[in-house]
Nanobody, 128 residues
């Protein structure tokens, strides 16, 4: 069965670039009509959909993060990393990756019921 595992730096300083990677096993990220998203949940806040990469490699981002975030993929490793620049303590959160069969949006994406698989999350803390 499909498994998604997030990995990240754990701790980084403000202004550094946050890079977290989702490694998928048991399912190819290039399988037609599947979408691969990044979400996060900050302490005491709700779930936020950050963006997604399509099976075709096209990416979409939450408009609130578009200037700072990018999602790439490494099909040989079946991974899709998230990069977030110019971080602040407000970027402290648990970061999750997830799979869906419908294209998420900034309004619909923050709902776990939209996803058929997800990782356990990785904590990232931005602090000086």
């Amino acid at each position: 069965q499909v498994q998604l595992v997030e990995s990240g730096p754990g701790l980084l300083k403000p202004s550094q670039t946050l890079s977290v990677t989702c490694t998928v096993s048991g399912f190819s990220i290039t399988t037609s009509r599947y979408y691969w998203s990044w979400l996060r949940q900050a302490p005491g806040k709700g779930l936020e959909w950050m963006g997604a990469i399509f099976y075709s490699g096209v990416t979409v981002s939450n408009p609130s993060l578009r200037t700072r975030s990018s999602i790439t993929r490494d099909t040989s490793r079946n991974q899709f990393p998230l990069h977030l620049t110019s971080t602040t303590p407000d970027d402290t959160a648990v970061y999750y990756c997830a799979r869906s069969q419908k294209l998420p949006t900034s309004s619909s994406g923050a709902d776990w019921s939209k996803y058929s698989a997800r990782g356990q999350g990785t904590q990232v803390t931005v602090s000086s």
